[in-house]
């Protein structure tokens, strides 16, 4: 058997079995890595090179500056002020309550760019009012965990910044952003729509009407609330700074806001938040590390192109391997989590989109909403488990109600699939 050969089962047998003996994903990645560059006879000492290369990127200060932002603002009251000012806007109708809890994550989902974040704060003001408003609860689990996911799409995800530094840089992050906004809005008027269709069905009753001497602050309130987001998108898309100098700012604007202004928590609870936001990092940069390693001896066994010749030999229409792409992805969804896949299979399934014409800002958008679906979809499902600890219900009766949002957001997934100009309008207008 030719050496190649035997390098790729070494690569692809260690790495599964190490995942079924539950090995966490960073330390997969390295020892996969390792044992077969060890057979390959190539110094140990390359993947400890690739690993330090792979943290030697100055986009990379950005996830810390953008986890660190939305840590300091979950910490306060920002998710109540933002569900107050959703309810100002759409909070009127028919089951707007659940309109209202869509609406709020895609806000929040702006400044903390996490689909987790987003379940546990929104989710934790939420689910209990809408429980307390007559929603089932395992709908009022259903519609967050859908919601959240908008965190992954929207700008400003750091999901978007991994699968920039993951397709070697040469994607433009501002692009990315810029394409995210036009899916986010689709995917939450469709949220919102079938939010509509469940209510009319179930007979919940209209929101409660804001009081009129509220609004004025209501409206302050979440106008200051969303100006992180303002920042750093406004900063990035005029060119006056960087992305990771956009995140600084943010953290410093989330740090006045939160204990200056609101005085929201005591400023004791600073460390707190500092150590959760480094425990965080450090876990995000030693994947990130692995992964770099992983992905050049991916490169160096040729991988990507045996995969791209495979599925072009397969069909050669576009249309179709797009499809198998987005199935696969759905799958791979289920069993890992989206950042390592992020950092495996750009790698992989770049060359093949590109090779079909298909531009890469195009398919990271793709990408995160196919992911983020898989963060609902057990035995992982990491939001779908944090919005049925929030709600006390099972994973099943969670999965149930969440499966008619499922299928909604797969028809999204393959509108913007197959309607490119959805994603990539504003992007190439502002190329223009």
């Given at each position: 058997?030719?050496?190649?050969?035997?390098?790729?089962?070494?690569?692809?047998?260690?790495?599964?079995?190490?995942?079924?003996?539950?090995?966490?994903?960073?330390?997969?990645?390295?020892?996969?890595?390792?044992?077969?560059?060890?057979?390959?006879?190539?110094?140990?000492?390359?993947?400890?090179?690739?690993?330090?290369?792979?943290?030697?990127?100055?986009?990379?200060?950005?996830?810390?500056?953008?986890?660190?932002?939305?840590?300091?603002?979950?910490?306060?009251?920002?998710?109540?002020?933002?569900?107050?000012?959703?309810?100002?806007?759409?909070?009127?109708?028919?089951?707007?309550?659940?309109?209202?809890?869509?609406?709020?994550?895609?806000?929040?989902?702006?400044?903390?760019?996490?689909?987790?974040?987003?379940?546990?704060?929104?989710?934790?003001?939420?689910?209990?009012?809408?429980?307390?408003?007559?929603?089932?609860?395992?709908?009022?689990?259903?519609?967050?965990?859908?919601s959240a996911i908008q965190g992954v799409v929207v700008p400003p995800s750091h999901n978007l910044v991994l699968y920039s530094l993951a397709a070697g840089g040469g994607v433009s992050?501002?692009?990315?952003?810029?394409?995210?906004?036009?899916?986010?809005?689709?995917?939450?008027?469709?949220?919102?729509?079938?939010?509509?269709?469940?209510?009319?069905?179930?007979?919940?009753?209209?929101?409660?009407?804001?009081?009129?001497?509220?609004?004025?602050?209501?409206?302050?309130?979440?106008?200051?609330?969303?100006?992180?987001?303002?920042?750093?998108?406004?900063?990035?898309?005029?060119?006056?700074?960087?992305?990771?100098?956009?995140?600084?700012?943010?953290?410093?604007?989330?740090?006045?806001?939160?204990?200056?202004?609101?005085?929201?928590?005591?400023?004791?609870?600073?460390?707190?938040?500092?150590?959760?936001?480094?425990?965080?990092?450090?876990?995000?940069?030693?994947?990130?590390?692995?992964?770099?390693?992983?992905?050049?001896?991916?490169?160096?066994?040729?991988?990507?192109?045996?995969?791209?010749?495979?599925?072009?030999?397969?069909?050669?229409?576009?249309?179709?391997?797009?499809?198998?792409?987005?199935?696969?992805?759905?799958?791979?969804?289920?069993?890992?989590?989206?950042?390592?896949?992020?950092?495996?299979?750009?790698?992989?399934?770049?060359?093949?989109?590109?090779?079909?014409?298909?531009?890469?800002?195009?398919?990271?958008?793709?990408?995160?909403?196919?992911?983020?679906?898989?963060?609902?979809?057990?035995?992982?499902?990491?939001?779908?488990?944090?919005?049925?600890?929030?709600?006390?219900?099972?994973?099943?009766?969670?999965?149930?109600?969440?499966?008619?949002?499922?299928?909604?957001?797969?028809?999204?997934?393959?509108?913007?699939?197959?309607?490119?100009?959805?994603?990539?309008?504003?992007?190439?207008?502002?190329?223009?």
């Open positions: 058997m030719e050496e190649t050969t035997i390098a790729v089962l070494i690569l692809t047998i260690s790495f599964v079995l190490l995942m079924m003996l539950r090995f966490p994903i960073s330390l997969t990645l390295a020892l996969s890595t390792l044992l077969t560059v060890l057979y390959l006879e190539i110094p140990p000492a390359v993947v400890g090179q690739r690993m330090i290369q792979g943290l030697s990127s100055y986009s990379l200060l950005t996830i810390p500056f953008f986890i660190l932002a939305g840590h300091i603002m979950s910490e306060g009251k920002l998710a109540l002020r933002i569900v107050n000012f959703a309810q100002l806007i759409v909070g009127g109708v028919r089951g707007g309550l659940a309109m209202v809890n869509s609406v709020a994550c895609m806000f929040f989902g702006n400044i903390s760019g996490s689909a987790v974040a987003d379940v546990s704060s929104i989710g934790s003001v939420m689910i209990p009012m809408m429980k307390k408003k007559g929603y089932d609860t395992d709908y009022a689990v259903g519609v967050t965990v859908s992050i501002a692009s990315l952003f810029l394409a995210g906004i036009v899916p986010g809005i689709i995917l939450c008027l469709s949220l919102m729509a079938t939010s509509y269709v469940f209510a009319i069905k179930r007979g919940y009753a209209k929101g409660e009407p804001v009081q009129r001497k509220d609004i004025p602050k209501i409206i302050l309130d979440g106008i200051m609330s969303l100006a992180t987001a303002a920042i750093i998108l406004g900063g990035i898309f005029t060119g006056w700074f960087t992305a990771t100098e956009s995140g600084a700012l943010a953290c410093l604007y989330a740090f006045i806001l939160t204990f200056v202004v609101y005085r929201d928590i005591p400023i004791s609870r600073m460390w707190l938040i500092l150590k959760k936001t480094f425990r965080t990092v450090a876990m995000v940069l030693f994947l990130i590390a692995a992964s770099d390693a992983f992905s050049w001896l991916l490169a160096f066994l040729k991988i990507p192109s045996m995969v791209t010749d495979l599925m072009l030999s397969i069909s050669d229409s576009p249309i179709v391997i797009l499809l198998i792409i987005n199935v696969l992805l759905l799958i791979l969804g289920a069993p890992m989590d989206m950042a390592p896949l992020i950092l495996i299979m750009t790698p992989i399934l770049l060359p093949v989109v590109t090779h079909l014409g298909m531009d890469p800002v195009h398919f990271g958008i793709i990408m995160m909403l196919n992911l983020g679906i898989g963060l609902l979809t057990p035995p992982v499902g990491t939001v779908l488990f944090v919005g049925c600890a929030i709600g006390k219900i099972s994973i099943a009766e969670g999965t149930k109600a969440m499966m008619p949002f499922f299928y909604v957001m797969c028809v999204v997934l393959l509108v913007l699939t197959y309607i490119p100009d959805l994603v990539m309008w504003l992007p190439n207008m502002a190329k223009d």
